[in-house]
């Protein structure tokens, strides 16, 4: 990681909203996901990152928009690297928030985004708006009023799709183990125990698992892990804590993992979420 890279990160207290302005050199971050809605812009250079099946190239002008799971990692092309502002938007947060603004919507759906990467001038005003009221902290009612601003225009740019437990597209052994990597994310699960959870070998398993979500399932449990720490750093508990709870060999094991995902150390990331002191 090139020594200029830099992250501001903070956290709002009222809705949870992250606030992150980075710059990254060279690579910035290996695949990973976000439990949250990913909602920002690249203010400099070209932002390079792979979801799903497609590589998108974000320039100055376009807009970011990636939903909750949605697989990702970045890194910068050209020399010069790329600084993007972005937002976290907690889903129930955003859900309750656009049911309010939006009294018809339906109540079997959740909000998805239509595009990944495109323009949308307003919509990079407003979340510009929205980033300066939070990370500088202005008063509740003008944070509200730019969040409800936020709303209005990111409201062009979603939908609502059915809510649905399991994806018709996905084979079932994907789908089973994945349950299963979720209800024990913090036990030491081998591929013997998921084949089978899943009725197959542990070679097709493995197979159907990558064609299906990108990565191996021990990637995948390493994710949900991450994912997981995210969640108990911004809580207040230490790094310590959050590695020994989550199956991690020591802190340092998950500073490597934690770093390699979001750019940032666990100790730090904790610092920016919380005025609770790091006591180990």
Known sequence: MSARNWIDLKQDADTGIETIRAHFEGHAYDPHWHDSYLVGFTEQGVQRFRCGRQRYDSVPGKVILLEPGEIHDGEAPTLDGFTYSMLYLDPQWLER??????????QDCVPTMSMTVGPSPELIFAIASTFQTLHQQELRIVRQTATDYL?????SQMQWRQRKQADPRMPLVAQRTREYLHAHLEQDVS?????????????????????????APHAYLVQLRLAEARRRLAAGETPAQVAASLGFADQSHLGRWFRRAYGVTPASYRNRCTPVPDRR
């Open 151 to 155: 709303l209005t225009q990111l409201s």
């Open 191 to 215: 591929l013997n125990e998921l084949a089978v959870v899943a009725g197959v070998d542990r070679f097709r398993l493995t197979r159907a698992f990558k064609a299906a979500f990108g990565m």
């Open 97 to 106: 928030e656009l049911r309010a603004l939006f009294a018809d919507a339906p």
